[in-house]
Structure formats: C-alpha cells, structure tokens
C-alpha cells in the first residue's frame, strides 16, 4: 500500500497567520492518466471529514479561498493564508491512484 | 440536500455479525461509486470497500477480504456493509462516502459506530 506521512502532527496557530501542513508519499501519486490523484480533508471535532481539496490544487465549491493546494510527485502541501477560528480541527491528505486508498496519520490545528 | 445517512451499528460480540445500512439522497446514486470508510483511534482513517455503479465490481482492504461484502440497492437508494467474523480491531465509526474520480471522497454520512467486545 502507499504510505502517505505528514508534518507536523500538532499545529499550534495564531489567528491572521497563515499555516501549512506537508504531505509526504513512499510512491509517486501521478497516475497513467495523467493526473495526481491527492486530495485534502477537514475534519473539525465532533464532524465527519469534509473534503477541501483534490486533484492537488483544486478547490472544492465553498471552501474559502484562504484554502490552497500545491506539490507533485510525492511532496504535497496545504497552505491556510489566513488562519480562523472555525479552521481548527485534524487535517488529513490522502492518495487514491492505487488501490486501497491511503490516508496520512493527521495535522491537528488548534490555536496558540 | 445531498446526504448520506448510515445505521446498524452497535455493540457486537467477536465473532458475530453486523449489516450497515447507508440511505442516499440529493444526487444521483445509481450513478456513483461508493465506498465504506471508518476510522478508529488506533488506525486512523480506513477505506475498507468500495463498489461500482452496478453493483457488479467489488473491492476490499485485506484486512477485511472474506469477512465483509459491500452490496447495494439501486430502487432504494441504499448501500449496505455486511460485516462477519467481527474482530476487536473492527471496532471504529464507519462513513458511507460517495466515491468519484479515484476515491476522492467528496460526500461523508455521519457515520455508524461499530464496537466488537466481548
């Protein structure tokens, strides 16, 4: 299975600052097609996950556009520009060329 | 509204056996790919089956080959799980997701939590 880490696992933030998380995989995630199949998901406490990101960079309808993802081949990133209160929560990437679909372990976002 | 809306869990002994059942509504289900996601303290976030629009194509994570089977009803909007042979390290909330586009799962349901103990 592909192996997805990310860092750091606990983000402490300050509102108005920007964040970023990085995700790592052991394989590179551009598929035969063409495309990198890598998305990011939100999961604030006590909800389920909420997607904001996949194929990379693209953004999901109603995600602020404080939101951004970056990267290829194996080295992925999501930047917040602006943190806000409501973007506290546990961030996961993960890849889905191969199957079974693979998670990273988790970024927890709190405020400082 | 889009939704996905599971049930059928609870607490169950090891060994014995659970369906989940998952209702859609808001898009086009007969259409879509889905898949049965859970997550546990101890393993984090799972993909444990997924199935194709028909019904007809089924895959499964190792850990659960033999034991789960993913199945579906099209007329009902449903997506099932049935799960045997339940071990401790079932035990985990499970999501109903829907699947497009290479597993970039972009509807989650609530979620059912299962827990194996004895």
């Known amino acids: 299975d592909v192996v997805m880490t990310q860092s750091p696992l606990s983000l402490p933030v300050t509102l108005g600052q920007p964040a970023s998380i990085s995700c790592r995989s052991n394989?590179?995630?551009?598929?035969?097609?063409?495309?990198?199949?890598l998305s990011w998901f939100q999961q604030r406490p006590g909800q389920s996950p909420r997607r904001l990101i996949y194929r990379v960079s693209n953004r999901d309808s109603g995600v602020p556009d404080r939101f951004s993802g970056s990267g290829s081949g194996t080295d992925f990133t999501l930047k917040i520009s602006r943190v806000e209160a409501e973007d506290v929560g546990v961030y996961y990437c993960?890849?889905?060329?191969?199957?079974?679909?693979?998670f990273g372990p988790g970024t927890k976002v709190d405020m400082k | 509204e889009v939704q996905l809306v599971e049930s059928g869990g609870g607490l169950v002994q090891p060994g014995g056996s659970l369906r989940l059942s998952c209702v859609a509504s808001g898009f086009s289900f007969s259409h879509s790919w889905m898949s049965w996601v859970r997550q546990s303290p101890e393993k984090g976030l799972e993909c444990v089956a997924n199935l194709t629009p028909d019904g007809s194509g089924k895959f499964y994570v190792d850990s659960v080959k033999g034991r789960f089977t993913i199945s579906r009803d099209n007329a009902k909007n449903s997506l099932f799980l049935q799960m045997n042979s339940l071990r401790s390290e079932d035990t985990a909330v499970y999501y109903c997701v829907r699947d497009p586009d290479y597993h970039a799962f972009d509807i989650w349901g609530l979620g059912a939590m299962v827990t194996v103990s004895s």
């Open positions: 993960m890849q889905g060329r191969d199957w079974p679909p693979t």
């Open positions: 394989q590179g995630l551009i598929h035969s097609d063409g495309n990198t199949y």
